[in-house]
């Protein structure tokens, strides 16, 4: 499992993060939300082990996240970056394929992880394509698909981090990503992903931090967390909230 | 942009024309040799029992003078483009060269120090010349690099960006200190830096071609170990981190093959461009950017253009040569730019 | 008594040295340095020359040679391929790599100097003539060579009895531009001082040097060696990229001189009289 305790990052003189408690739990997906500038990335890089925190700890099965060795921790935990800067053209299961590089499975097994990750971010038929040739929402879901690849089939004990996958999607893909997300954690794993959709959140979530200015506002379900006074401090928006006509979920509306 | 070619082909012919360069190497040069005369020479060499009556020239010319060329040859043109390999990898940028990271500028200035100093103090014993150069040339090579590194590192970090940057002020910097030597040269001297500048293969000792080989064989073992790890780098260094490799440690691999291949490839034959930059750019354009591929194709790649540079090098205008940092770049210059624009059209 | 039969054993030793060699003297020769090719050539040795150097461009026929480049940079396989005998080069002459293996195929390598003063000129013929088998040849064009040196030597000592030595700056350059001063030590430097002249430039070697410093030196005499360009032209080209000469004492009284750079490459060769003997009437106008 991987915990955060009383967490606090300092860049200069800004306070980033300040005093954030949370673990991530297996089988769930904890979803990220607040206005930019809040400290979500900077809160994923901390709890990836990119940026080191001032104050708190990161720990994995108990352990700090930085005393593991790289390749074991990149067994148990993947992380998905904003945007990626790969200039080079290789194909897209290269691409994919380097998610398998931390584990020793075999070339058979490994092929076939990269099909299903394939499969599972919708790329599929992107297959012998050159990275390069692909369209920014392309490239996300080929980025998906090697993080998926590299905690396949995503059982217990895994940990995926996102930082805003739906960004670049068409209203389609931004679905079938957040599906193959939550099915990866139906299968056990534990997910954080960073969203700006609050529908989006609101439907594929177990559960949703909402950071403001560094600190976490609330910390618990959709119903608890998405609502119009929450909304309002947080984002300064007006909102209705409805349950979802078919599933139930609450349905941020804009007034 | 499509693949041209599988790796298989690929490697089976390039080995090929690396065999044929090394053949061509061997068997051509200003003094013509009968064909037979050069393979019962070459026989003779590797110790089979073939009559020597009449052949002392032959073997002459083929064992001390065209077997230590073609070697260096083919190790200078390997470290080179390994060499570029690993900094376009550092860099992540198909452009970078060996000498970003301040390395040719550095065995520039060792070996201006070398040439000018030795020239005010009198001259060096014509004994040690060409060891006092290589050394001084290998030494400031390894110096500057090491120097560009450390201003890269904040933190227990190297800084990609900063090291890039840095590389390019020490290069700046070490070209003004050749330039002031340059200044104080006098005329025979300058020739004599500016003949080295441009790289030879000539004069090729095995004495001098051990060290090299031993740097050769280290950094095309260790590089190939490295081919996923550089994979992974170039989809950001964060990135590679996520996937478990030890980045930092890579980084300094990476910056020490390069210093210690392409110093000793300086050292040895002077400067030679193009071999780093346009190898690994014309290997990934026929047959991607995998390292698996790329590295070990470039070795290849690198050893057999360098010894075509170095045939038209010595044969063009025999009996005098042409320094082969022109030919290289000759060669490479015009064939970059045509791949460059096939591959956009 | 004794120092007599000292000498005739030394001469019975040179003859029979001499005889000994006469079958095996180098019939094939590579030169290297300008200066030495000349000599070789006057010493009546063309006809065995198979290849020379960039360096070598007199007499004109020596171009017509198979070119081994640069005497610095020279080819151990080129330089073979034209089976010499010897090659002779100057200390410039190099890689020493490359003279090694020339040496390990068997072929002699003489090392000569390329020093601007007469006694390396002595020894260089010297040996330039044991090679050739024309030792007595040799002696008598150095004795002739040191004969018009010093007889110019001691017309310009009278002169300078009765007039002051001219200053005078020596140019070298190329199509007129950034043309370097020779200085101390350099062979144009011999050649202004033998000539009777006073170099105003006092830089070591070859050096360029900004127009007002250019300016600022206002020679009596300029001598000028142009190495694309001849006569006039070159003239011409040097006042235009460098105005600043316009304004000189030698430009307004017309005392230009062009020297022909090859001269001043590779130690002091056999046309060096002639040139001196003209540089002086230059120098001395009023002498004739």
């Keep these: 499992m991987l915990r955060v305790e009383n967490l606090s990052l300092r860049r200069g003189a800004n306070q980033v993060l300040s005093d954030i408690s949370l673990a991530l739990q297996p089988g769930q997906v904890l979803g990220v939300l607040g206005p930019n500038g809040a400290g979500k990335s900077s809160l994923l890089g901390v709890m990836c082990g990119e940026?080191?925190?001032?104050?708190?700890?990161?720990?994995?099965?108990?352990?700090?996240?930085?005393?593991?060795p790289g390749q074991q921790r990149a067994q148990r935990l993947a992380v998905l970056p904003q945007v990626s800067s790969l200039g080079f053209a290789f194909k897209v299961e290269e691409v994919v394929g380097m998610g398998r590089l931390p584990h020793k499975t075999g070339l058979e097994r490994d092929q076939q992880i990269i099909d299903a990750a394939l499969q599972a971010a919708d790329a599929g038929h992107l297959v012998g394509r050159s990275y390069l040739a692909l369209s920014g929402g392309e490239r996300q879901r080929v980025h998906l698909a090697r993080v998926l690849a590299q905690l396949w089939p995503g059982e217990d004990g895994r940990i995926l981090l996102l930082d805003e996958p739906t960004s670049m999607l068409d209203p389609l893909h931004q679905h079938t990503t957040l599906q193959a997300v939550r099915e990866f954690a139906d299968r056990g794993a534990a997910v954080m992903v960073i969203l700006h959709d609050l529908n989006l959140a609101a439907r594929y979530?177990?559960?949703?931090?909402l950071l403001e200015q560094g600190r976490a506002h609330a910390l618990d379900t959709p119903q608890q967390v998405l609502r119009p006074d929450s909304l309002k401090a947080v984002f300064g928006i007006d909102v209705l909230v409805q349950p979802h006509p078919e599933r139930g979920h609450p349905l941020i509306i804009a007034r | 942009m499509n693949r041209l070619v599988k790796p298989r082909t690929l490697f089976v012919t390039l080995t090929l024309l690396c065999l044929l360069a090394i053949w061509l190497s061997l068997a051509l040069g200003p003094v013509s040799l009968p064909l037979i005369d050069t393979l019962r020479a070459g026989a003779r060499l590797?110790?089979?029992?073939?009559?020597?009556e009449g052949l002392e020239q032959a073997e002459l010319i083929l064992g001390q003078i065209r077997l230590p060329r073609t070697l260096l040859g083919l190790t200078v043109g390997a470290v080179l483009a390994l060499s570029g390999v690993a900094m376009q990898g550092l860099f992540r940028n198909p452009l970078a060269d060996p000498g970003?990271?301040?390395v040719s500028a550095g065995a520039a200035l060792g070996a201006a120090v070398a040439i000018v100093g030795g020239s005010w103090m009198g001259g060096i014993p014509e004994v040690f010349a060409p060891y006092l150069l290589s050394l001084c040339a290998f030494l400031g090579g390894l110096g500057v690099t090491a120097l560009v590194y450390r201003l890269g590192r904040r933190d227990g970090q190297t800084n990609v960006a900063t090291m890039l940057l840095a590389g390019i002020a020490l290069t700046a910097l070490a070209g003004a200190a050749v330039g002031l030597f340059t200044y104080l040269a006098d005329d025979a001297t300058l020739r004599t830096l500016t003949f080295w500048n441009l790289g030879s293969l000539n004069g090729a000792s095995y004495l001098?071609?051990?060290?090299?080989?031993?740097?050769?064989?280290?950094?095309?073992?260790?590089?190939?170990?490295?081919a996923q790890a550089l994979n992974a780098l170039l989809l950001g260094e964060s990135e590679a981190r996520h996937l478990g490799i030890e980045v930092e440690k890579l980084k300094r691999e990476l910056v020490f093959c390069t210093a210690l291949g392409v110093g000793a490839a300086v050292a040895a034959a002077g400067l030679i461009g193009f071999i780093g930059l346009v190898v690994p750019h014309l290997v990934r354009l026929l047959a991607g950017p995998d390292h698996r591929v790329l590295l070990p194709a470039s070795?290849?790649?690198?050893?057999?253009?360098?010894?075509?540079a170095d045939l038209i090098a010595r044969l063009a205008l025999a009996p005098a040569e042409l320094p082969i940092g022109i030919v290289t770049a000759f060669i490479g210059a015009p064939f970059f730019l045509y791949l460059l624009l096939r591959g956009r059209a | 008594m004794r120092p007599r039969a000292r000498l005739i054993a030394l001469c019975a030793g040179l003859v029979f040295n001499t005889l000994a060699q006469a079958d095996t003297l180098p019939q094939r020769w590579v030169s290297a340095g300008g200066a030495l090719s000349e000599w070789v050539a006057a010493l009546g040795g063309e006809q065995k020359l198979v290849g020379v150097d960039t360096t070598s461009q007199h007499p004109q026929s020596l171009k017509a040679l198979p070119s081994i480049g640069y005497q610095r940079q020279l080819s151990a396989e080129g330089v073979l391929s034209l089976r010499p005998d010897v090659l002779v080069g100057t200390e410039e002459m190099g890689p020493p790599p490359v003279l090694a293996q020339i040496r390990g195929a068997g072929v002699k390598v003489e090392l000569l100097s390329s020093k601007a003063d007469l006694g390396a000129v002595e020894t260089n013929l010297q040996q330039l003539g044991r090679l050739l088998g024309n030792e007595q040849q040799a002696q008598q064009l150095f004795a002739e060579y040191r004969q018009q040196l010093d007889a110019l030597q001691g017309k310009i000592k009278q002169l300078q009895n009765s007039q002051a030595a001219p200053g005078v700056i020596l140019l070298v350059g190329h199509a007129g531009s950034k043309p370097m001063i020779?200085?101390?030590?350099?062979?144009?430097?011999?050649?202004?001082?033998?000539?009777?002249?006073r170099n105003l430039a006092d830089n070591e070697g070859y050096k360029n040097f900004s127009v007002e410093a250019l300016a600022a030196l206002d020679p009596d005499v300029l001598v000028f060696a142009d190495r694309s360009l001849s006569g006039d032209q070159a003239l011409q080209a040097l006042l235009k990229e460098n105005p600043a000469l316009n304004a000189s004492r030698a430009a307004r009284n017309k005392r230009m001189i062009e020297l022909d750079p090859t001269l001043l490459v590779g130690g002091l060769g056999p046309r060096l009289p002639s040139t001196l003997q003209s540089l002086s009437q230059a120098f001395y106008p009023t002498a004739q």
């Excluded at chain 1, 979530?205 to 931090?209: A, E, F, P, S």
């Excluded at chain 2, 590797?46 to 020597?52: C, D, E």
């Excluded at chain 2, 071609?209 to 490295?226: D, E, G, I, K």
């Design chain 1, 51 to 68: 940026l080191n925190a001032s104050q708190g700890r990161v720990t994995l099965d108990d352990r700090g996240l930085s005393d593991w």
């Design chain 1, 205 to 209: 979530c177990d559960r949703i931090l």
């Design chain 2, 46 to 52: 590797i110790g089979l029992p073939v009559a020597g």
């Design chain 2, 100 to 102: 970003l990271v301040g």
């Design chain 2, 208 to 226: 001098r071609l051990w060290p090299l080989v031993l740097v050769a064989v280290v950094v095309s073992l260790w590089l190939p170990r490295r």
């Design chain 2, 299 to 308: 070795l290849l790649a690198g050893a057999s253009l360098l010894l075509f």
């Design chain 3, 182 to 197: 020779a200085g101390k030590g350099t062979a144009g430097d011999w050649l202004l001082k033998q000539a009777g002249a």
